[in-house]
C-alpha cells in the first residue's frame, strides 16, 4: 500500500488506516475477540500500518484488543492512541479531565494496555476547557523526552487551540470527522494545518457507514448502536433525503467498476496529500474493500462533478451534549 507522511512531520504511514473503536463499542454487534485480532492481523497483511485506538473505547478494553494483536508486529506499525476522559468512576466516563497528572497516569495505563514501551501518536481526545491547552502540550512534551511518545495529536480542536498547542509542542496530525456530508473542516481547519505543516486524520470518513449504501430510511440500529442518539441517523426523514448522497456515489462507482464506499475515500484522498482516512470495519471483506479505494484515481473532472452534484446533509451531526465537547 502507499505510504502518506502526517503534514510535515517524519511520521509515515500506510495511505489508509483503521479505526478500531468499532471491534468493541459503538456499533454491535461485535466481533469475537480472536475475530478481532485476526481482522487487526489481516490490516497488516495487507499493507496497513497506522491503527487507531483510545482509553475510552471500552473503555479499556480496544486498547488491550489492539495491543495483544499487534504485540507481534510492533515495530512494524504506527499506534494512535488518546487521553482525556475521567475514567476514575471504575472505568465509567465522566467528563473531560486532561490535567498533567492524569495525562501521565493515562499513559502509563495505555502503554500497559498496548504492549509497548512507546505511543507512537498521542491525541488529546478532546480538548479540556479546565486545563490551559499550553500545559497539555508541555505534559506531553515531557513525554516525548522521555521515549515515551513520539507525536502529539489533537482531535476536534478548533485553530487557536491548534495554534496555541503548536507553539510549545509541535502537533503532528488532527484528528477530526470529514467525509463528503460533514466537510466543516475546509472552513478554517485545513487551511490552517496546511499552513502550519500538520496532518489530518478524519475519522467516520464513510459516514458511520451510511456512504457505503448499506443504511436507508427503514434500517433498524440495534439496541446501544450509538446511531440511536445522532439526530441524523436516529431520524427516518434525514436519512432518506441523505440517500442522495449514496445516489451520486453509486453513478460514480458503476463507471469505476468500484463501490460507493472507494469512491467516499477516493475522494478524501484527491483532497491533500497529508489526509489519511481512518475507515473501521469488523468484517475482512469490508477491509479489502475499503483498502481497495487507495487505488482507485478520481479525475478532475469526476471531482468537478462531485463538487457539483453535492447536495445538502440533513441532520445535526451531533447531540447537543456532544457538540458543547466539540472545541469550535
Not at 511518545?149 to 477530526?176: D, K, N, W, Y
Request: proline share 6%; net charge negative.
Amino acid at each position: 500500500m502507499q505510504k502518506r507522511k502526517l503534514g510535515r512531520s517524519n511520521l509515515e504511514v500506510s495511505s489508509l488506516g483503521l479505526g478500531c473503536m468499532g471491534l468493541t463499542q459503538s456499533f454491535p454487534p461485535f466481533p469475537e475477540r480472536e475475530q478481532g485480532i485476526a481482522l487487526i492481523r489481516g490490516a497488516v497483511e495487507r499493507g496497513v500500518t497506522f491503527f487507531d485506538t483510545a482509553q475510552v473505547y471500552g473503555p479499556f478494553s480496544n486498547e488491550e484488543l489492539v495491543g495483544e494483536a499487534l504485540e507481534p508486529v510492533r515495530d512494524q506499525v504506527v499506534l494512535a492512541t488518546k487521553f482525556g476522559f475521567d475514567l476514575s468512576n471504575a472505568g465509567r466516563e465522566s467528563g473531560l479531565d486532561s490535567r498533567p497528572e492524569t495525562i501521565r497516569s493515562s499513559v502509563e495505563g495505555s502503554l500497559r494496555r498496548l504492549r509497548t514501551d512507546r505511543i507512537d501518536l498521542l491525541y488529546q481526545h478532546r480538548v479540556d476547557p479546565d486545563v490551559p491547552i499550553e500545559d497539555v502540550a508541555a505534559t506531553v512534551k515531557e513525554l516525548i523526552a522521555e521515549g515515551k511518545v513520539r507525536h502529539f495529536g489533537l482531535c476536534e480542536a478548533g485553530v487557536q487551540t491548534v495554534r496555541r498547542a503548536h507553539a510549545i509542542q509541535p502537533v503532528t496530525t488532527l484528528q477530526s470527522e470529514y467525509s463528503l456530508w460533514w466537510r466543516e473542516p475546509e472552513q478554517q481547519i485545513l487551511p490552517t494545518l496546511e499552513e502550519l505543516g500538520i496532518g489530518f486524520v478524519p475519522f467516520s470518513p464513510l459516514g458511520r457507514g451510511f456512504l457505503t449504501g448499506a443504511i436507508d430510511e427503514n434500517t433498524q440500529f440495534e439496541s446501544g448502536d450509538s446511531r440511536n442518539s445522532l439526530p441524523r441517523y436516529a431520524d427516518p426523514a434525514a436519512r432518506k433525503a441523505n440517500l442522495a448522497f449514496v445516489e451520486l456515489l453509486r453513478e460514480i462507482a458503476d463507471r469505476k467498476d468500484a463501490t460507493p464506499a472507494q469512491v467516499a475515500l477516493a475522494w478524501l484522498l484527491a483532497q491533500k496529500p497529508w489526509i489519511v482516512p481512518i475507515p473501521g470495519t469488523t468484517k475482512l471483506q469490508r477491509l479489502d474493500e475499503n483498502l481497495a479505494a487507495a487505488d482507485l484515481e478520481l479525475t478532475p473532472d469526476d471531482l468537478r462533478e462531485i463538487e457539483q452534484a453535492l447536495p445538502e446533509a440533513q441532520g445535526a451531526r451531533y447531540s447537543e451534549a456532544m457538540q458543547r465537547m466539540i472545541d469550535r
